[in-house]
């Protein structure tokens, strides 16, 4: 039996958006996997103010409930304590599933703070990284990912103007966050 690839996509998800749930279902489809591991930041590894690490799990639990067996949400970095670097939570799954192989799933807009990351260099040498276009490109035959920003959301959600953030969320999503009231100024 052959092992089992999954991708492992990380992030704060604060607050999750259709920009990912775009970017996993392409990294699905695009690369050789065969699951797609969501995996909210317990700790983030900059320090970053987030929303409790709870909401931000059942914010993802939310948004791919129904999009089928081959996106897991995980609360391995919770579960486990890890500090929120990368190469730690990818270390730590391969020995603890050692029958499977992990890559890593990332946004082409994190690719220039990659050599900023702890250990990348080891990080690119013990799995694969696969990359996932998310810039403005304006060429129509270069396929990217919507911008969606999440510092824009909460900023927008914050000021509670007008409801265009409801746009950029799924409506569990967006439901979850106006009956937790979270990112209110």
Known sequence: MRAQRIGYFGGSFNPLHFGH????SYALLKFPLDQIWIVPSYQHPWGKKLVSFEHRYNMCQEAFSGLGSSFQVSNWE???????KTIH???KASQQHPKSHFSLIMGSDLVHES???HRFSD?????PIYIVPRTQDLNPEHFTIPD???????QSISQQKDKSW???VPLSVQE???AHQLYQA
């Open 148 to 154: 969606i920003s999440s510092s824009a959301l909460r």
């Open 166 to 168: 409801t746009a950029q």
């Open 21 to 24: 749930i775009f970017a996993a």
């Open 123 to 127: 990080l690119k040498k013990q799995f």
């Open 176 to 178: 979850y966050i106006e």
């Open 78 to 84: 919770q579960s486990e304590d890890l500090d929120g």
């Open 115 to 117: 050599s900023s990351w």
């Open 89 to 91: 939570s990818l270390e």
